[in-house]
């Protein structure tokens, strides 16, 4: 599908001599090429750079499991020592070692299975206030709106409904931080980020969160302890000792970062997917008739949609919210043919490994019932990462999906507008929707119909021939 944007160079090593900047500019088509030249184990190479990468479930494995040889490093920024920049990402995502299973150990409290129970009656209530003014005729962005849904649902839950104002500006604050991290970052693979004026824009902007932040835990600590998250964490934070502000800070940044975008894009991935699947769409909205008949969903509720679960699992697997992610060897290891050495850096791949044909057949093609016969490895299936670093918030993240999906889709009819330009992009990990994806709320008839799109988003998977526009279909 996609021509070479390098050359292969025939050696014994499976690596590609190329623009380690590609793999910056389009991640999905550099994976894609190096996958399809060189098999599960490859490396892109410019001079002396070198990045390697894994596919599939047996180097994935031995990477995510081995937390002692391969480290997390996920902001590809720290700044300078002492500096806001490298407070706000010193979370769980840049530990290692006994330092991270120390901390796992305490920011998993507030997201074990029976915890977050009690978070379900503001998921319900967020999803209704969300989606009340909305109305059947109006066309809406689901980008946009799932964004900013899931900028006021993940404040709720990190910080609690009481203070909403000062909540929202640290999410608001976080997410233009994050979105810096994903400009700037990426140029710290192939040049010196540290001399850019957006650089010393990011620096700024860590400094105004980091101070947003510690007003929320000053307020918390004088009293104002509620059933949020930051509220939880304070309060292990207060029994364990080593826990610095610092690191509390670290974590609720990065709690919010993980939690936000992640969430939004999947849920704009699957109504997305579900208005472009009729025949799907009619058998979920079956399932939430009978299950819920026109109610908010009860946590008990959830347990049993098995059609949702299918859907659920099928679009995170065919339009992973993480593209991808990344290790740093902590020592020299052999991975395949290769030897690394200490501070060599391997990328996984959720998308390229939940499209190998010999994984999924048909893997372009979004199949809920596929996942009636198929129980891949948490290697071969890994939306939420493997291992001991698998996120934290995969219960919590499904428990929203599970419940905002039937509120919204409840509510309206969702049909994509006819010939929008969809588009779609893995930007420094994350799959982005990097256009709108617009849908015409209407009223149930008993009809779905998907509608002709065009756009990049038919470079990613196969939509059913009737949501090809003219342009695709030529
Ligand atoms: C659909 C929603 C979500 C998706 C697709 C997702 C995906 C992921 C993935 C793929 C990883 C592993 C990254 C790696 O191995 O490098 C991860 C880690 C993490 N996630 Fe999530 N996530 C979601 C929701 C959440 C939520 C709701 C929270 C918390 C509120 C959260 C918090 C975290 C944290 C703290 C980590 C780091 C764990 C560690 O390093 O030990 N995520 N997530």
Redesign the pocket.
């Known amino acids: 599908m996609n021509t070479l944007p390098f050359s292969a160079v025939n050696n014994s090593l499976p690596v590609t001599h190329g623009r380690i900047s590609d793999f910056a500019d389009d991640p999905v088509v550099c994976m894609r090429n190096l996958w399809r030249t060189h098999g599960e184990v490859a490396a892109l190479q410019e001079g002396s750079q070198r990045i390697h990468f894994v596919f599939g479930p047996t180097y994935t494995k031995q990477v995510?499991s081995d937390s002692q040889r391969f480290h997390?490093q996920?902001f590809a920024i720290r700044g300078p020592r002492k500096s806001a920049q490298r407070r706000v990402t010193s979370?769980?995502?840049t530990m290692n070692g006994d330092t991270?299973k120390q901390h796992?150990r305490i920011?998993m409290g507030p997201?074990q299975k029976r915890a977050i129970t009690a978070y379900h009656d503001t998921v319900v209530q967020m999803a209704d206030q969300y989606t009340r003014d909305w109305k059947p005729g109006e066309v809406r962005d689901l980008t946009s709106e799932m964004t900013q849904y899931m900028l006021q649902l993940?404040s709720s839950?990190?910080f609690g409904i009481d203070l909403p104002r000062l909540a929202y500006r640290v999410g608001e604050l976080t997410e233009r931080w994050v979105a810096m991290n994903h400009q700037v970052g990426p140029a710290a693979f192939s040049s010196d980020a540290s001399s850019t004026e957006e650089y010393e824009q990011l620096l700024a902007a860590a400094e105004e969160l980091e101070a947003a932040v510690q007003e929320m835990i000053n307020i918390r600590r004088s009293g104002k302890l509620g059933f949020d998250?930051l509220s939880l964490l304070i309060r292990a934070h207060e029994e364990e000792s080593g826990v610095t502000d610092e690191q509390l800070i670290g974590h609720i940044v990065?709690?919010f970062g993980?939690?936000h975008l992640?969430?939004a894009h999947?849920l704009t991935w699957t109504l997305f997917l579900l208005a472009q699947h009729p025949e799907v769409m009619t058998r979920l909205h079956a399932e939430f008739q009978q299950t819920l008949d026109g109610k908010s969903p009860r946590p008990e509720d959830l347990e049993r949609m098995p059609y949702l679960e299918r859907v659920l699992k099928e679009s995170?697997r065919v339009l992973?919210?993480?593209g991808y992610?990344?290790r740093i060897a902590a020592e020299t290891v052999d991975l395949g043919p290769f030897q690394l050495q200490r501070g060599a850096a391997v990328i996984f791949s959720?998308f390229i490994t939940h499209h190998m044909p010999e994984l999924y057949s048909q893997p372009e093609q979004f199949l809920p019932d596929r996942w009636e016969t198929i129980n891949p490895s948490p290697y071969a299936y890994?939306?939420?990462?493997a291992g001991?670093?698998?996120?934290?918030?995969?219960a919590?993240?499904m428990m929203?999906?599970k419940i905002s999906l039937p509120m919204i889709l409840n509510r309206f009819k969702l049909s994509m507008v006819p010939n929008s330009e969809v588009n779609g992009r893995v930007m420094s990990t994350m799959l982005f929707p990097t256009s709108t994806v617009p849908v015409l709320l209407s009223e149930h008839d008993g009809q779905f119909e998907s509608a002709p799109v065009s756009g990049s988003i038919h470079s990613l998977i196969d939509l059913p021939a009737k949501s090809k526009a003219k342009i695709w279909a030529a």
């Not at 890994?382 to 990462?385: A, K, N, Q, S």
């Not at 001991?388 to 995969?394: K, W, Y």
């Open positions: 995510l997390s996920f979370g769980l995502m991270h796992r920011v997201f993940t839950l990190l998250v990065l709690l993980a939690a992640t969430s999947t995170m992973p919210a993480s992610s990344q959720q890994l939306p939420f990462g001991p670093r698998m996120c934290v918030g995969a919590l993240g929203q999906l």
